[in-house]
T-cell receptor
Framework: DAGVIQSPRHEVTEMGQEVTLRCKPI?????LFWYRQTMMRGLELLIY????????DSGMPEDRFSAKMPNASFSTLKIQPSEPRDSAVYFC?????????????FGPGTRLLVL | GNSVTQMEGPVTLSEEAFLTINCTYT??????LFWYVQYPGEGLQLLLK?????DKGSNKGFEATYRKETTSFHLEKGSVQVSDSAVYFC???????????FGKGTTLSVSS
């Protein structure tokens, strides 16, 4: 299996621009997670989906952030408009439900820099 | 609530030294516990896990035992290598169908 695929790997943009991050989970996995990693706050959950349905979006910072999962093999995280404080590494992870023992498999991350 | 506390880093060791990274947790119920490792510029990889009390997870010479009485899941390795230099994250899964809760990570630097 190719693992979790994220694109782009690096993104540099200017404040105010729209940014779209993409994720392809491992085939057959029914959970998909978006995390953000910063030096100050560590790893934070932004949102997660089960069978394409958003379950918990309480970690989404504000209305500028939105996430969709139109089908089982694709998800997007959009920031509009972007701000310098959004600079971080964004990880996508997927897992297959197994009663709480499931392992989450992480993608390589998207390194976002907002100037 | 649920939380994970890891020892602060960085941890600096010489090759072949013994490693311990402490991790304690707070959780309701019976969580699963994990150690993930992040090498520079990469995503997180599962290192080992334990799903019930007294289970020992092990991989690549690393071990951790799920201690319910002390709510701990300390990571150990008997002889570290330079290639073990990375950031290590302790995490818990409080219940089925929920996201992982991570500690802040501990940076390990091993010199030859």
């Amino acid at each position: 299996d190719a693992g979790v695929i994220q694109s782009p790997r690096h993104e540099v943009t200017e404040m105010g621009q729209e940014v779209t991050l993409r994720c392809k989970p491992i085939s057959g996995h029914d959970y998909l997670f978006w995390y953000r990693q910063t030096m100050m706050r560590g790893l934070e959950l932004l949102i997660y989906f089960n069978n394409n349905v958003p379950i918990d979006d309480s970690g989404m910072p504000e209305d500028r952030f939105s996430a969709k999962m139109p089908n089982a093999s694709f998800s997007t995280l959009k920031i509009q408009p972007s701000e310098p404080r959004d600079s971080a590494v964004y990880f996508c992870a997927s897992s297959l439900a197994s009663g709480g023992r499931e392992t989450q498999y992480f993608g390589p991350g998207t390194r976002l820099l907002v100037l | 609530g649920n939380s994970v506390t890891q020892m602060e880093g960085p941890v600096t060791l010489s090759e072949e030294a013994f490693l311990t990274i402490n991790c304690t947790y707070t959780a309701t119920g019976y969580p699963s516990l994990f150690w993930y490792v992040q090498y520079p510029g990469e995503g997180l990889q599962l290192l080992l896990k334990a799903t019930k009390a007294d289970d020992k997870g092990s991989n690549k010479g690393f071990e951790a035992t799920y201690r319910k009485e002390t709510t701990s899941f300390h990571l150990e390795k008997g002889s570290v290598q330079v290639s073990d230099s990375a950031v290590y994250f302790c995490a818990l899964n409080p219940q089925a169908g929920t996201a992982l809760i991570f500690g802040k990570g501990t940076t390990l630097s091993v010199s030859s």
